[in-house]
């Protein structure tokens, strides 16, 4: 079987809020933005790319959504719940119309914090509730998350299968399963050369950079932090 290709965004244009330190190489230009999903489109078989969307930001709406549905594309959005309705985010109007143009909508989390630095019963709510909104909003179960910051150990994904999530999507790179639990994506970046783009999408990956990632895998899989 032919393992997928996760492409993840974040902010596309103007973010119209105040970004977070680290954050601004993360938003695309739309421009950068339509040559990629012109790509993803053109490809011989688009299905192998699953194209998702972290934050919940306002473009998802604005711009990712009409550019996706002129292309007959789909996409997962996993939304900081904590953001929802305020400027440059998402509201829950805008939520559900992603849903109702058939996208799929996931968890971010409550706050965009990394999981595994919080203790128990922070982590428990901060996956619980965040799932609970999103279901209030969408009618609907709400079974993915997206891992804020691809940072993610064993107990975080313990917590995870706990709070009800039938899959993780974490941001090692590479190729993914879509059975598995923990599923790979690479982070799309406005500072990539078309090049550089180029061998995300033909899910490239030097041999070294695979192994390292593959022994990370596994090494947070299997230890306990916190």
Not at 139 to 164: H, K, M, Q
Not at 191 to 216: H, K, T
Request: with cysteine.
């Amino acid at each position: 079987m032919t393992r997928a290709i996760g492409l993840n965004f974040h902010g596309i244009g103007a973010p119209n809020r105040a970004l977070e330190p680290g954050e601004a190489p993360y938003w695309l230009s739309p421009d950068q933005f339509e040559r990629v999903l012109d790509q993803v489109a053109a490809a011989a078989d688009p299905s192998v790319f699953v194209l998702t969307f972290d934050d919940g930001n306002l473009s998802d709406h604005d711009i990712a959504l009409p550019a996706l549905a002129a292309r007959g594309l789909q996409a997962r959005f996993f939304v900081l719940t904590g953001r929802i309705g305020q400027p440059g985010s998402l509201d829950s109007h805008r939520i559900q119309a992603l849903q109702q143009a058939g996208m799929k909508i996931g968890s971010h989390g409550i706050g965009h914090v990394m999981w595994p630095t919080l203790d128990n019963v922070a982590l428990a709510q901060e996956l619980r509730s965040s799932r609970a909104r999103l279901e209030d909003i969408c009618g609907c179960a709400v079974t993915e998350a997206g891992i804020p910051f691809g940072r993610y150990d064993a107990r975080v994904l313990r917590a995870l299968r706990a709070a009800g999530y039938t899959a993780a999507w974490s941001s090692d790179g590479g190729r993914l399963h879509l059975d598995a639990f923990l599923r790979p994506r690479t982070s799309l970046r406005g500072d990539m050369s078309d090049a550089m783009i180029g061998s995300v999408l033909a899910g490239q990956m030097p041999p070294l950079r695979r192994l390292r990632r593959a022994l990370g895998m596994v090494r947070r899989r299997w230890t306990m932090t916190g």
